[in-house]
């Protein structure tokens, strides 16, 4: 905590939890709230492709950030359903995930479409939010090192890394992902440290920033920011109710 310019990373994943009204509602009822949260929050929703514009403009004056949820790498072209990045950062959009588990492993992302899509959201203008963590399966096995490792390598792979970029990485461990079982803040601690050797490593001069995301709840959440190299949290379904995500932010401030 405290290691980013004494800033608190409190970034939110929509998911596909909220529809339109849903999601404009919840980002009024935060754009009224912005101006209590203090300059220690640094906060950034991403809602669904469809309620991301309106999203924008309502929080874009209270200073909280927008992301896309996922992007495709080419600007334009015949890609149904598809929306590029370069769409995005055009809107108004200052981050987008890359690499969220759901979109593995439920969709089938591969190492290669997360590098790419790395590529796209750097050229862009785009700061990606590169989600890496291990499986149950690959936990209980022992390889949960080597897994990141692996997933941090493929994604960075002769990436040209702007000096004005945020590096920004959150470690979300599968198995604790929507499961109401969260990871053990000291554990999520020994990764986060992995996670920023390994980057650092990887991007020359880089001072990485790393989030822990997985059942993060008001009544955890200062178990990982009072940890020195966890410096946010990146927080689904919590999120998406507005009092959870208030009681989440003033837990933040009082750190
Ligand atoms: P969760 O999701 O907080 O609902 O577990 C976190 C995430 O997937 O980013």
Not at 7 to 32: G, T
């Amino acid at each position: 905590m405290f290691t980013h310019n004494g800033k608190i990373y409190l970034f939110a994943n929509w998911k596909m939890y909220l529809d339109y009204d849903e999601s404009n509602i919840l980002a009024n009822a935060l754009a009224r709230g912005a101006k209590k949260f203090g300059d220690k929050i640094q906060m950034a929703i991403f809602p669904s492709a469809l309620s991301l514009y309106p999203v924008g403009q309502v929080l874009r004056d209270v200073g909280i950030g927008v992301g896309a949820q996922n992007v495709y790498w080419v600007d334009k072209g015949g890609y149904t359903g598809e929306v590029s990045a370069a769409m995005y950062r055009a809107v108004g959009c200052e981050y987008t995930l890359i690499g969220h588990s759901e979109r593995r492993h439920q969709f089938g992302e591969t190492d290669h479409d997360v590098r790419e899509k790395m590529k796209a959201a750097l050229a862009s203008g785009l700061t990606p939010v590169l989600c890496v963590g291990e499986t149950e399966q690959q936990r209980n096995t022992g390889k949960t090192e080597e897994v990141v490792e692996v997933q941090l390598r493929a994604a960075f792979d002769g990436l040209n890394w702007p000096k004005d970029k945020e590096l920004i990485v959150a470690y979300e461990p599968v198995w604790a992902i929507g499961a109401g079982v969260a990871c053990d803040p000291d554990e999520a601690m020994r990764m986060h440290e992995l996670i920023i050797k390994i980057c650092k490593n990887l991007i020359k001069n880089s001072d990485p920033v790393v989030l822990y995301g997985g059942s993060v709840r008001p009544n955890n959440v200062v178990g990982y920011l009072s940890q020195p190299a966890i410096d946010g949290v990146l927080v689904g379904a919590a999120s998406t109710k507005l009092d959870e995500w208030l009681e989440i932010i003033s837990a933040a401030q009082e750190l």
